[in-house]
T-cell receptor
Framework: KNQVEQSPQSLIILEGKNCTLQ??????????LRWYKQDTGRGPVSLTI?????NTKSNGRYTATLDADTKQSSLHITASQLSDSASYIC????????????FGSGTRLLVRP | NAGVTQTPKFRILKIGQSMTLQCTQD?????MYWYRQDPGMGLKLIYY???????DKGEVPNGYNVSRSTTEDFPLRLELAAPSQTSVYFC??????????FGPGTRLTVL
C-alpha cells in the first residue's frame, strides 16, 4: 500500500535555530516528492518538488533532500523565523498516477521567540 | 490572479441536509481536485477532473458528487450530510502533473 509517514509529529524550536523534518514513503513506482507548508487555517503551499534524479533542492532557507534508494526525504529549515510556524507536509506521487498525490499527515512546527 | 477561490469559508449543516461547495480557479488549469483533511490526518482525494466534462473518483468519493461544466469551476455536492463528513475541504488545481495550487478551504461541521 502506498503510504507516506512523517516524523516527528510535532516540534518546538527557538527562533534562529535550525531543524530537520523527516519523511519516509513506500510509494512505488516513484515519480516525485513535494514538500508543502500549511499555515493554520490556510491551504498548503508548495515549497519544493524533486524527481527521482534530484537529491537536493533549496528554496530560500528551506532545503529538501531525497534518497530514492532508501525512500527517505528530509526538509531542513535554517535560521528559523516565527513565520515558519506551520505544518509541513510531505507529498509523494507514483509514476502511473502522478497527479494523484499521497499526503503525509504533516509535522507541526512551532517556532518560539 | 485570485488563484483558487472557495466558498463558503465555514458552514454548519444538519444531518440529512445537502449543500454545494464552490471552487473556481483563474489560472486556466485543466486539472482540478477536491480533498478533505481530517484532524491529524493527511489530505485525502475525493474527486478529480482532468478537463471540462471529465471527472473521476479519488480515494474517498462516497457521499459526494462533482461536475465540471467549465474549465474554471469544479463544485462539490454533498447530498445527505452525515457527521462523518465533518472536515475541512480543499480545492486545488494544476496544469497537469505540475505543482497543485490550493484554495483557502471550507470548514464544514455536520451536527
Amino acid at each position: 500500500k502506498n503510504q507516506v509517514e512523517q516524523s516527528p509529529q510535532s516540534l518546538i524550536i527557538l527562533e534562529g535555530k535550525n531543524c530537520t523534518l523527516q519523511c519516509n514513503y513506500t510509494v512505488s513506482p516513484f515519480s516525485n516528492l513535494r514538500w508543502y507548508k500549511q499555515d493554520t487555517g490556510r491551504g498548503p503551499v508548495s515549497l519544493t518538488i524533486m524527481t527521482f534524479s534530484e537529491n537536493t533542492k533549496s528554496n530560500g532557507r528551506y532545503t529538501a533532500t531525497l534518497d530514492a534508494d532508501t525512500k527517505q526525504s528530509s526538509l531542513h529549515i535554517t535560521a528559523s523565523q516565527l513565520s515558519d510556524s506551520a505544518s509541513y507536509i510531505c507529498v509523494v506521487s507514483a509514476v502511473d498516477s502522478s497527479y494523484k498525490l499521497i499526503f503525509g499527515s504533516g509535522t507541526r512546527l512551532l517556532v518560539r521567540p | 490572479n485570485a488563484g483558487v477561490t472557495q466558498t463558503p469559508k465555514f458552514r454548519i449543516l444538519k444531518i440529512g441536509q445537502s449543500m454545494t461547495l464552490q471552487c473556481t480557479q483563474d489560472m486556466n488549469h485543466n486539472y482540478m481536485y477536491w480533498y478533505r483533511q481530517d484532524p491529524g490526518m493527511g489530505l485525502k482525494l475525493i474527486y478529480y477532473s482532468v478537463g471540462a466534462g471529465i471527472t473521476d473518483k479519488g480515494e474517498v468519493p462516497n457521499g459526494y458528487n462533482v461536475s465540471r461544466s467549465t474549465t474554471e469551476d469544479f463544485p462539490l455536492r454533498l447530498e445527505l450530510a452525515a457527521p462523518s463528513q465533518t472536515s475541512v475541504y480543499f480545492c486545488a488545481s494544476s496544469s497537469g502533473t505540475d505543482t497543485q495550487y490550493f484554495g483557502p478551504g471550507t470548514r464544514l461541521t455536520v451536527l
